[in-house]
Every structure is written in structure tokens, then in C-alpha cells.
């Protein structure tokens, strides 16, 4: 499928919302034609919304939260920090505070794993062991279904830099292999990243993804080396970076070229360290092995020694010796912190972040005021309570925001309308496909560069021009906004399946479109549509007669689409 490029102009924004609201879908179902639109609308609305202009945002000032805070500020908040929320609880958090929340749900236990999803549910049978049956189930039912709301949306967030695919290698008990893999990642969420790491690094999902379970080390007679994959992402992808980097994030330069970060020697060095790597059981006939730690086999692994970035393995180690040491190694780099703070700021709040916030967080995860490195729930804190975050003045910047990534819509709209699945199926399946879902999936990506990059940027745009970035565009054109919007109209209305939601909070709204479309505003987008949008979108929605049951719940499902498929909700601030 080609790439949809859009190329806005300055009035485009304007013109769209025009467009958006005239006569040809005044009536809100189907919106095709709004979706069709929106992929070139939202390039310049990504960064700016209303307007191209680049008028810069007043400086960030110190933030002292207070105990309570207003609605609006509860759903902004929210909208950043949890993968989704409903009314009840942006109320509850313009009672409490941020910090308040925050500290609750560091104390929120995990109700259920994925890896015990699949066995409660009895995917572990025979019948089972060559497909991925009951993997999508797992991971819709603790994205929509569990209460750890903080957890889950920096798990996902995790996900995507370390991405893992279930689809990306074959064998047996793929689906618990993953299951195992998102376990590491939502445990160590509000943990330490160096665990994280750790845990990552003998991971049977990682190994089989990034090809060193079973890697070998050199063989001088036949000429072959040890395979790199692991050695080589680990670097690039989960822990430094391409490029030297400053504290704040930015890139050391030298004669106008940035620093390599690393160099092909140290990758050849580096997958010394991952040779000898494989299953720790050789009992296939059920899912245990994929749960363990790979173990490591002598014969197999380079005892050598290695030398790269400046960690040196002497010859002799064991395979837990040199891992512990290149580990350490990667983790105390000057680059991880910046690498990991920018990355973690992008996914959950802006996609261009100061350089002063980046720093800002990255000193926390130096340390953490106590003298700890990679404390994960220090670092999310800093993230989300930083000053550029929490400046209510950032809705009207022309560079502060991100496009909110798809799956995290449907999420949020499942979790604002109590999504419930009774028997457990989650049925919303995989959503991948950019022809009739959201283009996205989560533990589907299609290769460790996940479905879009941290540095990608829309070519022939605005945001390219202004030498900015918007990650989740690499996902976004013409064909996946439509299906978006398509999808979203189906599920709305009707659910997956069993996996139903509930709009009674909405049923005493149906009659008067002003109301149900300003709680629409504050739950969702915590009111960042405009009263100009909303004024045309109470037109189309009175254009439903509401006298019936059936006419409000058309209105209902009308209204939802409407505010989830403008470019003021899907552009999150």
C-alpha cells in the first residue's frame, strides 16, 4: 500500500473542520468521508491543531499541584498517565490530586498475569500448542479490564521500544512465550529498569524474536560467527541510542556529524557475551519452558573474553558473569538516561519534549534523589509531573502534544464505557490490519522497530519542516483513518462480541445534544474540542431524532464517534 503524504497548508485546519461538518456527513453514520479527510488534517493538527503558525509556548514554571484539581485537569492528566478512564474517575481525581493518584496506583497489585490469563482460561491444552489461541483475549483483558490503569498504559509504552511480535518466530507455545515476555515488562513497569533488563535479556520471547536462542560462539574452521541481532538492539533500540547524547537528550556533535554511540567492533564484541543461550527444559508438552529463564550451555558460549564501550569481559567468565557485567555496562552508559526518559515522555505525554524536560527527567533517572539509577516509578512521576506536562497553557501550543496511538483509543473508550467481557473472550481480536481495524495491535508488531519509530516524521509536512517528529503518523494515512473510523463506528455501537459496553451515564444526556456532547468533551478529550467544533457537531447530532430508544442510542453512538474521530480528540495535549 503506498503511503498517503499529505501536505497542508496554513488555512488546512480551518478548511477541515469545514469540511468535517458539512452537509455530506451530517448524518454521522458511516463518516468515511470525515475519515478520508482527517489523515491530512491531522499532520498539521498533530503539532499545532488549529493553526500552522509556530508561536512559541511561554516557558514551563514550577508546578506545585494542588490538593484538588478541576475536571478538565483530572482528564488531561489522566489522558496522559492511564490507559483509560471513566467519568467517575477524572471525579475522583479532581478530588484527590495527582500526586494522590500517583502514589495509589504505585501500590496497585496486579490482579491477574497474562501468563495465569491463559492457564485460568485453559489455553494450555495440547490443541493449542502450534497456534496463538487465547493471545489477543490476554492482552484486551488487562488493558480493558484491569484496574492498575498507570501500569498498564507505561507496559505498553514499554512494549513498544522493546517490541516483541507473537508472530515473529515460529514453534510451539508462541502465545505463552509472549505471555511470559509482557509479564517481564508489566512487573518491572514501576520497578527498575536495570531488572527490566535483566529480565528481558534471558527472555525465551526475546531470544526466539531476536534470534540468539541457540546462538553459538565463533567456529574459525567453518568461518562462522555468533549472531548479532540481540547484541546489536539492545544497543540501538532498548539502552543507547544510535548517537552520543547530552544529558538533556540532544545529540553530541563533532565537525557538524553526530557521534556514533557505537560502532560495528563493539556489536561483533558485544554478541560474544549472548552465545549459548536456549530453552532451560526440553519438556515441550506443555507451555512451563517458555516461562523460564533461558539457561546457558558452556560448550556453546564464548569464553573468551570481549571488549566494547568500554566494558571489558575478561576471558574465563561464565555466561552469567559476562551478561552481569555487559548489563551493568549498558545500564551505567551516559546515554540511557536521556535515551529512556525522551522515549517514555513521547508515549505518554508530547512527542517533541524540551530539551529541559527531557533533562529534567533524565537526572531522576540518574537518580532518584536517593541515590538509585532506573527507578522506574520515580522516573514515570517525573515524567508526568514535570512542569511542561502539567502547564495547562500547553493546549495551546503550536508544538506541544502527540497523535494518540490507536490501540490506546480503543482502550480508553472501552474503560470510559465499563467494557466488560463476562466468559472471558475479550473478542476483539487483531486489530493490525489498516484496511478494517486500527492499523496497530498490541504484541503484534511486525519487526523490533515496532509499527512506528520514536524519530519519525511526516514527510512534506509542517511538522518535518520545523524539524519536528510525530511517531504514531508512521501508522496514519489515508486507508488506516478510515478504517479507524469504520471500526470505531462498529465497536461503538455494537461491541465485540460479547465484550459489550454500557452508555447508561449517557442515556439521561441523549435528549439535550449540548449536554451529552460537553461530557463527551470532558471525559475524552478533556475538553480540548472546540466550542466551534462542538457547535457543528450538536447540528449533525440534531439531525437524530431522540424520541425513541433507538433514536437516542443512534445519537449516543453518533456523538461518541464524532468526538473520537476529530482531530482536536485524536491530537492529545
Request: include cysteine.
Amino acid at each position: 500500500m503506498t503511503e498517503f503524504v499529505p501536505h497542508p497548508t496554513e488555512d488546512e485546519p480551518a478548511a477541515f473542520r469545514e469540511e468535517m461538518m458539512s452537509e455530506d456527513v451530517a448524518t454521522p453514520l458511516p463518516l468515511a468521508g470525515l475519515a478520508a479527510a482527517s489523515a491530512g488534517a491531522l499532520a498539521l493538527a498533530a503539532c499545532g491543531g488549529g493553526s500552522s503558525s509556530s508561536s512559541p509556548s511561554p516557558p514551563p514554571t514550577t508546578v506545585v499541584p494542588p490538593q484538588r484539581v478541576s475536571a478538565t485537569q483530572a482528564s488531561r492528566f489522566l489522558s496522559q498517565a492511564a490507559i483509560g478512564h471513566s467519568k467517575a474517575d477524572v471525579l475522583n481525581l479532581s478530588d484527590s490530586g495527582f500526586e494522590a493518584w500517583l502514589t495509589s496506583q504505585f501500590v496497585v497489585n496486579r490482579t491477574q498475569r497474562f501468563w495465569d490469563f491463559l492457564t485460568t482460561n485453559g489455553y494450555d491444552v495440547a490443541t493449542n500448542m502450534n497456534s496463538t489461541a487465547g493471545f489477543d483475549p490476554m492482552v484486551w483483558s488487562q488493558l480493558m479490564g484491569s484496574g492498575d490503569v498507570l501500569r498498564q498504559r507505561v507496559g505498553l509504552a514499554l512494549l513498544d521500544q522493546w517490541a516483541v511480535g507473537v508472530d515473529g518466530f515460529g514453534g510451539a507455545w508462541r502465545q505463552f512465550a509472549l505471555a511470559a515476555y509482557l509479564d517481564i515488562l508489566w512487573d518491572n513497569a514501576l520497578g527498575n529498569y536495570r531488572d527490566l533488563m535483566e529480565g528481558v535479556s534471558t527472555s525465551v520471547a526475546m531470544g526466539l524474536f531476536l534470534t540468539f536462542l541457540g546462538n553459538t560462539k565463533a567456529n574459525p574452521a567453518t568461518g562462522s560467527i555468533p549472531d548479532e541481532n540481540y547484541a546489536r538492539e539492545l544497543m540501538q533500540l532498548f539502552t543507547i541510542g544510535l548517537y552520543m547524547l547530552n544529558p538533556d537528550g540532544t545529540t553530541v556533535m563533532a565537525g557538524g556529524n553526530p557521534i556514533p554511540s557505537y560502532s560495528q567492533a563493539d556489536v561483533a564484541q558485544a554478541a560474544r557475551v549472548w552465545t549459548g543461550y536456549t530453552f532451560a527444559s526440553t519438556d515441550n508438552s506443555n507451555p512451563a519452558r517458555m516461562r523460564l529463564p533461558m539457561t546457558n550451555v558452556p560448550a556453546r558460549f564464548e569464553s573468551g573474553g570481549s571488549s566494547f564501550l568500554g566494558i571489558n569481559i575478561p576471558a574465563g567468565s561464565d555466561a552469567a558473569a559476562a551478561r552481569k557485567l555487559a548489563l551493568d555496562g549498558l545500564f551505567n552508559h551516559q546515554n540511557v538516561p536521556p535515551f529512556v526518559s525522551k522515549q517514555l515522555i513521547q508515549h505518554l505525554v508530547t512527542s517533541n519534549p524540551s530539551p529541559a524536560y527531557v533533562g529534567r527527567v533524565a537526572t531522576v533517572f540518574a537518580n532518584n534523589g536517593s541515590g538509585v539509577r532506573g527507578d522506574m516509578k520515580a522516573v514515570v512521576r517525573a515524567v508526568l509531573m514535570d512542569s511542561e506536562a502539567r502547564d495547562d497553557g500547553q493546549v495551546n501550543s503550536a508544538t506541544f502534544g502527540k497523535l494518540r496511538e490507536p490501540v490506546v483509543r480503543l482502550v480508553q473508550w472501552a474503560k470510559a464505557f465499563a467494557v466488560t467481557s463476562p466468559t472471558q473472550l475479550w473478542p476483539f481480536g487483531n486489530t493490525s490490519s489498516s484496511a478494517n481495524r486500527l492499523a496497530e495491535s498490541p504484541g503484534r508488531a511486525p519487526s523490533v522497530f515496532n509499527w512506528f519509530r520514536p524519530g519519525y516524521t511526516p514527510a512534506g509536512t509542517v511538522i518535518a519542516t520545523s524539524g519536528m517528529v510525530a511517531p504514531e503518523f508512521q501508522i496514519t494515512n489515508e486507508p488506516s483513518v478510515i478504517a479507524y473510523v469504520n471500526y470505531m463506528q462498529s465497536v461503538i455501537a455494537n461491541g465485540a462480541g460479547e465484550a459489550r459496553p454500557n452508555y447508561s451515564t449517557l442515556s439521561a444526556l441523549a435528549a439535550d445534544s449540548q449536554q451529552l456532547l460537553n461530557e463527551l468533551n470532558l471525559v475524552l478529550a478533556a475538553n480540548q474540542i472546540s466550542a466551534s467544533t462542538i457547535a457543528q457537531m450538536k447540528t449533525a447530532l440534531d439531525s437524530i431524532a431522540a424520541t425513541t430508544t433507538d433514536g437516542a442510542s443512534s445519537r449516543i453512538y453518533a456523538a461518541i464517534l464524532l468526538v473520537m474521530a476529530s482531530p482536536e480528540y485524536l491530537v492529545l495535549r
